[in-house]
């Protein structure tokens, strides 16, 4: 009996080692999706930058442009000023 | 012997325990599921996160296009509005453009010539100005990028003309007892007695009867020869004169220069050196 008792709690100190020791660890498919999952991520990041950037290029090109247009209509203006100006001569 | 490969062995070891500890973004060995669950559920946030930002951005690239092709139309449009104005193209105003960059060329190889070049050249600088001032009656001429331009060839023009200023002959005012074969010879004016006659045909508006000037009178020195004139040295007559090409290029046009002349020449056959010829254009 007194036997039994000790092997009981050699086994339960046995269980409880091998128990914390052996704790929760992630499979190869699970580590495979958190590995592609940041990847996709980083490279999803890399891409937002550069559409900014694409973006911040068509916002200063635009602006240019409305700068542009805006000097062509002054043009035309000053150019049909001079052409009556003339006519009036 | 054995040490030393004792030695690589150990370096080796660390080579591919540090390799293969740095292969792996985590630690999985010691990861805990709370941990994995945490991190996962991070790259998965940001990975959503971007996406959402790439269909935003998209979408805003999508719009800017097509306002910057919409705004490119209304320039086109504008430009070509502009040139209905002016009655041309825009190969004229090209070529109005091309003009004012060889006239702002020539008016700059002018200024870039020495005073006395420039004096005696002044009658390609007033052509300059004549040039210029027909292009600005052009219509093109009131584009802000033309009028800059057309501002500074003016510019560079009437520098030219400051310039060409600075070698304008100097003066000599008649003193009692002067005569023009005296005052050719003093040093400080030609040193040359016989350099009179060029005194005497730089002043004709001065001067009627060479014999004759007055004290008080203030005659020009000329040291470079005028625009529009010639200085006859020995050996030349009219013929010859006449048929140099920056006076007319024929010597049948001698009769030209005898007639602009004619003050001054009483025998069409001889010329004196040092008379200053005026030519006729």
């Not at chain 2, 941990?35 to 790259?43: D, F, G, M, R, T």
């Not at chain 2, 086109?76 to 040139?83: A, S, V």
């Not at chain 2, 050249?121 to 009131?142: I, T």
Request: one cysteine or more; charged letters at 25%; hydrophobic letters at 35%.
């Amino acid at each position: 009996m007194k036997s039994l008792r000790i092997f009981l709690i050699l086994l339960f100190g046995v269980s409880t080692i091998s128990i914390t020791s052996c704790g929760w660890k992630p499979s190869d498919k699970e580590i495979k999706q958190l590995e592609e999952t940041k990847s996709a991520a980083l490279s999803a990041e890399k891409t937002l930058a550069d559409k900014k950037a694409e973006r911040q290029d068509l916002e200063n090109k635009v602006r240019a442009k409305k700068a542009e247009l805006e000097k062509v209509q002054k043009d035309k203006q000053n150019v049909q000023n001079h052409v009556n100006e003339q006519n009036a001569q | 012997m054995k040490i030393k490969t004792t030695l690589m062995v150990i370096v080796l070891s660390a080579l591919l325990a540090f390799s293969t500890v740095f292969a792996q973004s985590y630690n999985y060995e010691e990861m805990t599921q709370e941990q994995y669950n945490a991190y996962l559920a991070e790259w998965q946030g940001r990975l959503d996160a971007a996406q959402k930002g790439i269909d935003q951005e998209n979408a805003t690239i999508e719009q800017l296009k097509k306002e910057l092709d919409d705004v490119q139309g209304q320039i086109d449009q504008t430009w070509d509005e502009l040139y209905k104005v002016a009655s041309s193209d825009k190969a004229g105003y090209d070529a109005y453009g091309s003009s004012l960059n060889q006239l702002k060329s020539d008016a700059t190889a002018v200024m870039n010539m020495s005073p006395e070049e420039i004096y005696s050249k002044m009658n390609e600088v007033d052509q300059l100005q004549a040039k210029l001032d027909e292009l600005k009656k052009n219509p093109f001429a009131a584009t802000a990028d033309n009028a800059q331009l057309i501002n500074s060839i003016q510019s560079v023009i009437d520098q030219a003309r400051e310039k060409g200023k600075t070698a304008v002959p100097p003066s000599y005012t008649v003193m009692r007892g002067d005569y023009l074969w005296k005052i050719a010879a003093k040093d400080d004016i030609y040193g040359d007695a016989y350099a009179w006659m060029r005194i005497y045909t730089s002043n004709r508006d001065q001067i009627k009867n060479p014999d004759l000037i007055f004290p008080n009178q203030v005659f020009t020195i000329p040291r470079q020869v005028g625009p529009n004139e010639h200085l006859v040295v020995k050996g030349e007559f009219l013929s010859k004169i006449a048929g140099y090409s920056d006076v007319y290029g024929s010597p049948f046009k001698w009769q030209k220069l005898y007639e602009a002349n004619k003050s001054i020449i009483s025998d069409p056959n001889v010329v004196y050196p040092y008379t200053v010829l005026k030519i006729a254009r």
